[in-house]
């Protein structure tokens, strides 16, 4: 067996999501002992987007590889940056955009791609169809001799979260389906197949109190009073949702999948 174990952080929000994973990062590293650290880092900077700076301060920080989402283009910048940013991945089924397909990274021998993609329904972004892209995608790296691949699926329901898990856990190469986008962690986790890791949606890495990782008011406002107010990111103590994955290289399948979650005490946001 050629065990390799993974540390995926769902969706980074901000600089509280910020500041609690990279000082979490540690201890995480203690108990688990990763391999490998990606996270989704599509809220990471200010709340909507990233950019270089941002993602060279998580990069520097611990964290391997870094995926996107439906707001990969938020910060206006980052579409001349991110060509820049070796360990960035966007969603490949984006119709044309700069930016990698995947990333690639190697373990003892095996190489292991992530791969990010992002969902259709419910997302108002033009889309080339996540399933029929990753399928060929996976049948390109496998013909390039890479069977170990994780896929971060960036969508809004589960029903298509669930489908595109089944269909790729079907493939001989897909060891992992983590969805991300929504900020609420499923408590779904699962092998599919007795192979794909899956979890609906790992959550996020943000203030704690808070509607997804905004501030509350301002989002009530928009619900009962329909006004169009600007929305920021919360402050506050922060949660932090993880998967801890272990993964079997040799075999090209997953082992086990397990949830992360910790809340930062406030006593520890006033040291800081």
């Not at 391997?64 to 980052?78: P, V």
């Amino acid at each position: 067996m050629h065990e390799c174990r993974i540390l995926f952080f769902g969706d980074i929000v901000g600089r509280p999501g910020r500041r609690f994973v990279l000082s979490q990062l540690p201890l995480l590293r203690e108990r688990y002992k990763p391999d490998f650290i990606f996270a989704n880092a599509e809220n990471a900077t200010h709340g909507f987007g990233l950019n270089a700076a941002t993602a060279q301060k998580l990069h520097d920080g611990g964290i391997d590889g870094l995926t996107l989402g439906n707001h990969t283009w938020d910060q206006k910048e980052f579409w001349n940056e991110i060509d820049t940013l070796p360990y960035v991945c966007r969603p490949a089924n984006y119709p044309k955009a700069p930016g990698r397909n995947f990333l690639i990274f190697e373990h003892r021998g095996e190489k292991l791609a992530v791969i990010n993609l992002l969902g259709r329904t419910g997302i108002r972004t033009a889309l080339n169809c996540p399933f029929q892209t990753a399928a060929k995608l996976i049948e390109a790296l496998e013909n390039d001799g890479i069977r170990n691949v994780i896929v971060d699926f960036h969508a809004e329901t589960t029903a298509e979260k669930y489908a595109l898990g089944w269909f790729l856990s079907k493939k001989g190469s897909v060891c992992a389906v983590l969805g991300t986008h929504t900020h609420v962690p499923t408590a779904d986790m699962r092998l599919l197949n007795n192979r794909t890791a899956f979890v609906s949606d790992i959550g996020m890495c943000g203030p704690h109190d808070s509607v997804i990782g905004c501030e509350i008011d301002p989002v009530i406002e928009r619900f009962v009073e329909g006004k169009p107010n600007r929305l920021e990111v919360a402050g506050g103590a922060a949660v932090l949702n993880a998967v801890f994955i272990r993964l079997d290289l040799e075999q090209h399948c997953a082992l086990s999948i397990e949830r992360i979650q910790k809340i930062e005490e406030n006593s520890e946001v006033n040291s800081l």
